[in-house]
């Protein structure tokens, strides 16, 4: 349901981009942890969720590299969009 809506909204936003492009990817789990971790202010000992929290923000940082060597632009774009601070790479 949640997903649906999110989809939908970003449907409308930017009609060409799919639900399987990075962009997209890197937004959903973005979506997510967002959602986890206002969860954590209230839930403050679900370990399981934070062990869920961790996988996730590899994945969007394994994400996020990706883009970064392949479209630089597209990449700071969406660094700017969602508010996602830049990490150093070395």
Do not use: C, P
Not at 55 to 83: D, T
């Amino acid at each position: 349901m949640m997903k649906n809506s999110f989809i939908s909204v970003i449907g409308e936003e930017e009609k060409e981009e799919k639900s399987g492009s990075v962009e997209f990817q890197i937004k959903n789990l973005t979506q997510k942890i967002r959602r986890l971790t206002s969860h954590f202010a209230v839930h403050k000992k679900d370990y399981l969720s934070q062990r869920g929290l961790r996988k996730i923000l590899g994945k969007r940082q394994r994400l996020l590299s990706y883009l970064l060597k392949n479209n630089k632009v597209s990449y700071k774009e969406l660094i700017s969009k969602l508010n996602i601070r830049e990490v150093k790479m070395r």
